[in-house]
């Protein structure tokens, strides 16, 4: 494995913020750390970064304990965002790069097409304390993949950002992947990771529930789930039999059912009472899997099938 954690633990005051936590990053993949905030997802992040050290337990990059050689090889974007506001984006980028040991020879050239991408290039010769929240926020991302780094980490990379300034990012983050860079990203927004991750791990409360490649995470959990669109007031249905649990938001749902429920029955109700435009029997989304497993203490569900290592 390209990335590897080894039961890393790290406590404040007798509190456990990360629990004896495994996990395996392979190379050219982009994975992603979900879990609700508090769960660890920072600190263990600031673990392989050697900001913090482990009180327990291993974190290897490549076949060798991490060490602060391996900030040269890694573009690391901290949830806390910090750039030297009376600098220039040109310096600032400049600067940075030069600090991770990327050629100068190659820093100019790369700068521009980075800027236009990202669409700052205009901004070029401006100071940093110019730019809105979201155009710094793209910046420090130029400054954390520009010097061409192996691995990317990312924290929380999407907060804050506009729905066209997310999507910009997501098709860098491919591309990094066709690239063969392996990304790794934390977040507790779960249709980012869904639509995104090869791989995921779940945290919550500081250990693992869950692990492994996507479809096989979501496979676990069975096609139980409904998502229906519809027209009217469909509260009723969280009483209709077999109904587990009903995640509702505006004229739509996503249903988990019980095992031995009939969506037939579902439907037949739901079209009585609602005009119904879409009815789809599909596996569970990972945002009804990370609501359901965050329900359950960590211990529970690292015993029960549902959490087995894949």
Request: include cysteine; glycine fraction near 8%.
């Amino acid at each position: 494995m390209y990335l590897r954690l080894e039961n890393i633990t790290k406590r404040y005051d007798g509190k456990a913020a990360v629990e004896n936590l495994s996990l395996e990053v392979p190379r050219g993949v982009i994975y992603g750390m979900i879990g609700p905030n508090g769960a660890g997802k920072t600190t263990t992040i600031r673990m392989i970064m050697d900001i913090i050290a482990p009180d327990a337990g291993r974190i290897l990059f490549d076949g060798h304990e991490v060490d602060r050689s391996f900030r040269n090889r890694v573009g690391y974007l901290p949830e806390e965002r910090g750039l030297y506001k009376k600098m220039t984006l040109r310096e600032v980028v400049t600067y940075l790069a030069e600090l991770k040991g990327y050629p100068r020879s190659k820093i100019g050239p790369a700068i521009r097409p980075w800027l236009d991408r990202m669409g700052l290039a205009e901004y070029e010769l401006k100071k940093v304390e110019e730019l809105s929240k979201g155009m710094a926020q793209k910046l420090q991302f130029v400054t954390t993949v520009l010097h061409e780094p192996d691995i990317v980490i990312l924290d929380e990379i999407f907060s804050g950002l506009d729905p066209i300034n997310i999507e910009l990012i997501k098709d860098v983050l491919l591309d990094l992947k066709r690239e063969g860079k392996t990304v790794l990203f934390s977040t507790h927004v779960m249709e980012q990771a869904e639509k995104l991750c090869d791989y995921i791990c779940m945290i919550s409360r500081g250990r693992k529930v869950l692990d492994g490649k996507i479809g096989e995470v979501k496979s676990r959990f069975g096609r139980n789930s409904i998502q229906i669109a519809f027209e009217g007031d469909g509260q009723f249905i969280r009483s209709l039999p077999g109904v587990r649990e009903m995640t509702e938001f505006n004229n739509y749902a996503e249903i988990r059912l019980a095992e031995d429920a009939r969506p037939d029955a579902i439907l037949k109700a739901a079209v009585e009472r609602l005009t119904v435009y879409r009815f789809e029997v599909m596996e569970p989304s990972l945002y009804d899997i990370f609501i359901d497993t965050a329900k359950v203490p960590p211990e529970e569900l690292q015993a029960g099938k549902e959490g087995s290592h894949v």
